[in-house]
C-alpha cells in the first residue's frame, strides 16, 4: 500500500504528477484538468472512500475505467462501473464464489448458516459496483464477512457475479405483520388542494401546490423552541453522501424514498419500518449526481414513485404491492427521474433528468388509476414548431432543458407551473446559438391538457449550468384594492424574481445574492450580459458559481410576515468552455467549473420582502452547504447548515435552537400532529429525524 503524508505539499504534488503524466494517459486539456481536481479531491480528504492505489489502477493506460467523471461528481458510489461484466468474467466470478463465499451464503448465493441470502434489493453497505468491491475488499468489522486477499482483478469478477444474483430478487416487498397498515382514508384531490389546513398531514412535495412549505400549525414558538427534543431516528446504510427525501404523511404513518431507489412506510410515531419496496436498477446508468430520489406523491390509496431507471410507478399505500409500472424514457440514453411527482385531479405529472446527457426534457401527465399516458409537453421545440428558430441548425435534437424538480400548480388558474433546466452542452454554446427555448424557463401548462399558455425564460442561451429548476411560490399581492396573482422564484442566477401567473407578465427582479454575469435586468426581464463574463478556454471568473446562489433546496414563504425565505449560496467559480462530443449516455458538458481557491464560500438563510425582493434579515453560519427550509404559523424558519439543524425566529432571524446531526443536510424539513403533538422530521445525512417539544 502508499504510504503518503499528505500534508506535505511536496508529497501532494509529486503524487499530483505521478497521476497527472503516468497513470491516467491524459491527452487533453479537459482531461487534465480533471486530473488536478481528482488529485486535490483525494488529497484534501474528500474522496476518502478510495485509496490512492485503488486510483492508480483505474487510470492506468488502458483501464476501462471511466475515472474522470470524478471530478463531476466526486463519489465513488455514483460513478465507478465494473468493467468486467462479460460472460466471461461472470463466469469466472461464479467459480470465485463456488470456493471463496458459497460455504456462508450458501450455492448460488441463496442464504446459509454463516451468511445471509444476496438474492435481495439492497446490500447492507450499499448495492453499487464500488460499494461491493468495498465490502469485498475489506469485510464488514463486527461481522463474519471477512476481508478479501483476491487479485484485484478476481474481486472485480466476484462483484460481476454477486450483480448478477441480485438481478434474481425475490419480493419486491416486505410486510411487517406484527405492525400492518390499518385501513386509510383515501387521499383526495380536494384534500391536496386545502392542504394547507390539514394539520395531521403533509400530502404533496412542497406541502401544498402552491409550493409555500408553510405549516398553519403553531405549538413551536420563539418562546418554546429551545425545547425541542429528538424523538426518534432511523439510520440507513446507504453510499449516498446524504438522503434527499421529504416524506409524506397520511394517517399517522410516514412515506419515505431511500438511496438507492427505496420506498419504506413508516410508523409517524415511532419511525418503525412497516413495509419497504426496493427498486431492481439496472447496472449502468447514466446519473449527474449520484442515486438520488427527492419523494413521493399520493393520491387516492396509491403512491406514485419515480425511479432512476426513469419509469413511473404507482404502489399501493397499505403494502407496497406495485400497481402499475410504465416507462416514461429510455434510461440508456442518459434519462432518470430523480423528483417527486406531482398527483392532482386524476392524473401524476412528472418531470425527467438528464440535461448533462444531452436529452431532450419533457413534461409528462399519466392517468393515476392506469399509468396510460394523458399529455407530453416538450421543453424543446422541434423544426416547424414555435420557438424552433431559437436553436441553430440541428441544435435542438441534442438540446438538454430537463424538468427535474417538481412543479407548482394553481388550482383557480388551472395552469401547472414548471421548472426547466439548462441546455445542453452545459457551458459551451456555440454549436446551439439563440435562446434556446424553453430551457430555463418558467412553462405554465394547463393542467387538463398540456398545452403551453405561457412562458418566461430567466436565463436565455444559459452557458453556466444555471438550471431554473427551483421551487415556484405562488402568493399573492393587493394593489390599489385588487388582488394581484404572483409567482416568485429565486433563481439559480442570483435574481429574485416575481411574474404574474395568470400572464407570465414580468414584474421585478433583484438581486439577492452576488453576481457579475448581468449588467442589468431590463424592463421585460430580460438580462443585458456582462461581455466579460462567458466561459472561455482560459477560464473566467463568475459570481454565482457551481450550483448557482440558490439551488433546488426549497425555499419558504409565510403569509404572517410576508417574507419568502431562501437558502443562499455565496460564492464564484471559475467556468471554462471546451468542446465535447456528443454521445448516447455519455456526459455532454462542453466545460467545467470550479471553484474560486481562495474564497472562502458561505451559506445563508435570506428573508426577503416577498413582494419588493428588498432583504429583511440574514442568517449566516460558517458552514457552507445550505438545505431546504419550513416556515410555519408559530413564527419559526426550520432549517439547516451542513448537519446543523436549527429553528429561526421567522420576524427577526434570531436563532433559537439548534443540534448537529450526524450528516450533511440538504432535504426540506416537514411537520405534522401526531395525536396533537407538533413533529418536525428533516433527512440528515444517512438518517431520518423527528422532533418534538
Known sequence: MFNINLRSRRAWAAVGLLFLGGVLALSSVTRIRQGFIIVRLKATGSLPD???????????????????????????????????????????????????????HGANGSGGPGGPALQHRQMVKGSSDWAIFRTTSFGIRGTAMP???????????????????????????????NLGIRKLDQVRYEDIRSADQIQD???????????????????????????????????????????????????GYMFVTVPPNRVEALDANTGALIWAYDRQLPDHLSLCCGYVNRGLAVLGNTLFFGTLDAHLMALDIGTGEIRWDVEI???RTGYSITSAPLALKNQVIIGVAGGEFGIRG????????????????YTVPQPDQPGADTWKGSSSRISGGPTWLTGSFDPETDLIYWPTGNPSPNYNGDTRTGDNLYTNSVVALDADHGTLQWYFQFMPHDVFDWDATEIFVLLDGNIAGKRQRYLAQAN??????????ETGHFCLARAFAQQTWAEKIDSRGRPIFNPAAYPTERGTDVYPGDGGATNWQSPSYSPLTGY??????????????????????DLFLGGSVQDFASAHPQGAVRALNALTGEQKWEYVNPAFHVGGLLSTAGGIVFGSQQDNF??????????LWRVSTSGRIVAAPITFLYHGKQMVTIAAGHDLLTFGL
Not at 474522470?68 to 470465485?96: C, H, M, Q
Not at 439559480?492 to 401567473?501: A, E
Open 50 to 104: 478510495i485509496g490512492w492505489k485503488d486510483l492508480f489502477r483505474m487510470g492506468r493506460p488502458g483501464s476501462h475505467f471511466n475515472l474522470p467523471e470524478l471530478a463531476a461528481t466526486p463519489n465513488p458510489y455514483a460513478v465507478i462501473k465494473n468493467p468486467y461484466t462479460l460472460a466471461a468474467d461472470v463466469s469466472a466470478g461464479s467459480e470465485l464464489f463456488r470456493s471463496h463465499c458459497a460455504t456462508c
Open 492 to 501: 439559480r442566477n442570483g435574481f429574485y424574481y416575481l411574474l404574474d401567473r
Open 362 to 377: 419533457f413534461v409528462d401527465a399519466r392517468d393515476a388509476a392506469t399509468g396510460r399516458q394523458i399529455w407530453r409537453f
Open 564 to 585: 419568502i425565505y431562501i437558502p443562499v449560496l455565496e460564492r464564484g467559480g471559475v467556468f471554462y468552455k471546451e468542446q465535447s462530443k456528443y454521445h448516447s449516455g
Open 646 to 655: 436549527f429553528a429561526l425566529d421567522a420576524k427577526t432571524g434570531r436563532e
Open 147 to 177: 476481508a478479501s486477499d483476491l487479485p484485484w482483478l478476481d474481486k472485480w469478477r466476484l462483484v460481476a457475479y454477486v450483480k448478477s444474483l441480485m438481478s434474481r430478487a425475490g419480493p419486491a416487498f416486505n410486510l411487517d405483520p
Open 201 to 251: 398531514r403533509w400530502l404533496t412535495y412542497s406541502g401544498s401546490y402552491d409550493g409555500r412549505r408553510f405549516s398553519s400549525i403553531s405549538q413551536v414558538t420563539p418562546a418554546n423552541a429551545a425545547g425541542l427534543r429528538l424523538l426518534w431516528m432511523r439510520q440507513y446504510n446507504t453510499s449516498e453522501p446524504s438522503v434527499e427525501t421529504s416524506p409524506l404523511v397520511v394517517g
Open 329 to 331: 424514457a429510455d434510461y
